[in-house]
């Protein structure tokens, strides 16, 4: 999508992808998969989302979002005060464990960055249509070292019931996106005829799935 589409999205708060609880298969599955000495965290396209804040009990994290307003928004929602700092292509705002680098993130330099154990990815990937998703994946590529893992939450659903975003991402699409890389696909969750965060999508079938991905 044109960053404008999310611009205008946040600016008339049509942000039903946001979810006001903490996302359930990272509540259920993530504790599982970290490893003691894991301190890091990515989370790219994050949005104001309130699982930055779940990390942040035990993580170092990064988020990047186009939208000013987002991470604003997200601070005030959680009662937290950020110093905002402005690098040349950047407004980072901080406090605590979280710094959230705001501004597009085809334009985020990985090596600016420590390596990640974590890549946090919900509604990210599915947020961009098909001919974007090659070049999001590319670039998020430049962030996933030997140790960093990807938690990918996608959904799957008949895609031509609907305009998007989201976008229905396939098993095959992940497996092809992420040639090369150990995919494993942890846990789905039926979704048909429950909501998508504060959305309820006119779909006939409705399927997230959750992935760990290895570099
Ligand atoms: C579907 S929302 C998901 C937000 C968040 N991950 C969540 O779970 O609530 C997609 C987000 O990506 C942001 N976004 C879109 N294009 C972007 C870009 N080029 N760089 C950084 N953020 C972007 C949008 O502003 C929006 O907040």
């Not at 708060?13 to 970290?34: A, K, N, V």
């Not at 170092?60 to 040349?88: M, W, Y």
């Not at 040639?179 to 779909?203: M, N």
């Amino acid at each position: 999508m044109k960053q404008d589409f999310w611009h205008q999205c946040w600016e008339n708060t049509h942000i039903g992808f946001h979810q006001d609880e903490l996302q359930p298969l990272l509540i259920e599955y993530f504790p599982q998969f970290i490893e003691a000495e894991d301190s890091r965290v990515f989370v790219p396209c994050c949005g104001k989302s309130s699982d930055l804040l779940y990390f942040s009990k035990r993580f170092k994290v990064i988020g990047n979002e186009l939208s000013a307003i987002a991470c604003r928004d997200f601070f005030h929602d959680n009662h937290l005060i950020p110093n905002i700092k402005q690098t040349l292509r950047f407004n980072v705002f901080e406090q605590g464990n979280i710094s959230l680098y705001q501004g597009d993130f085809f334009s985020l330099k990985s090596d600016s960055f420590k390596p990640f154990d974590w890549i946090y990815d919900r509604a990210a990937l599915i947020a961009f249509p098909e001919d974007m998703r090659s070049q999001y994946v590319a670039h998020l590529k430049s962030f996933i070292q030997s140790n960093t893992r990807v938690f990918l939450l996608t959904l799957e659903f008949p895609q031509g019931e609907i305009i998007g975003p989201p976008f229905s991402v396939t098993q095959s699409e992940v497996e092809g996106l992420f040639q090369g890389y150990e995919i494993t696909k942890v846990a789905t969750r039926d979704l048909t005829g429950q909501k998508f965060a504060r959305r309820s999508l006119p779909v006939s079938k409705l399927v997230e799935s959750l992935y760990i991905i290895k570099g």
